[in-house]
């Protein structure tokens, strides 16, 4: 799952993760940014292509550079970064669209042997978190590191 990824550029607060898309439609920057929301330990997982105009993250862009996994590969390296410094941290993800994250839930669950044995991860199902299953259409998910 993690061998195939991109270059990432990290900020120095290590919430800010680039890097460079590389297919058919040229190189595109996308952006994982890691935001604590009001409970103090979690943190959104923000995702995207960054805005060239305004550096800003659109979650609706759609690249079609043909790069899908090994771009969701980036994204879940961004993970095992961010907790590693973060150990007691809860991240939060969802798609900007039912597509998207369903797309994060066929990438959890082709990879689900791997990511269990790092992590904690839960699905949110008719308002409900629960530990995450195959074959479970979730509207949300919660990860943790393992410590």
């Keep these: 799952m993690l061998e195939n990824c991109y270059k990432v550029d990290i900020s120095d607060n290590y919430e800010i993760f680039e890097f460079i898309?590389?297919?058919?439609?040229?190189?595109?920057?996308k952006v994982v940014k890691y935001t604590e929301i009001n409970i103090k330990g979690y943190?959104?997982?923000?995702?995207?292509?960054?805005?060239?105009l305004t550096s800003q993250i659109n979650d609706l862009a759609v690249t079609n550079n043909e790069d899908s996994q090994k771009v969701l590969?980036?994204?879940?390296?961004?993970?095992?970064v961010f907790t590693g410094l973060h150990p007691d941290s809860t991240i939060?993800?969802?798609?900007?669209?039912?597509?998207?994250?369903?797309?994060?839930?066929?990438?959890?669950?082709?990879?689900?042997?791997?990511?269990?044995?790092?992590f904690i991860v839960f699905g949110l199902v008719n308002e409900e978190w629960e530990p995450f299953r195959k074959k479970v259409t979730y509207d949300a998910f919660l990860v943790r590191r393992k410590l």
């Design 92 to 118: 939060i993800a969802t798609g900007s669209t039912q597509a998207r994250t369903r797309l994060y839930q066929m990438g959890i669950s082709n990879n689900l042997d791997t990511v269990n044995k790092d």
């Design 43 to 52: 943190y959104n997982l923000g995702f995207g292509d960054k805005d060239p």
């Design 21 to 29: 898309s590389e297919g058919p439609r040229g190189s595109v920057t």
């Design 73 to 80: 590969s980036t994204v879940a390296a961004t993970i095992y």
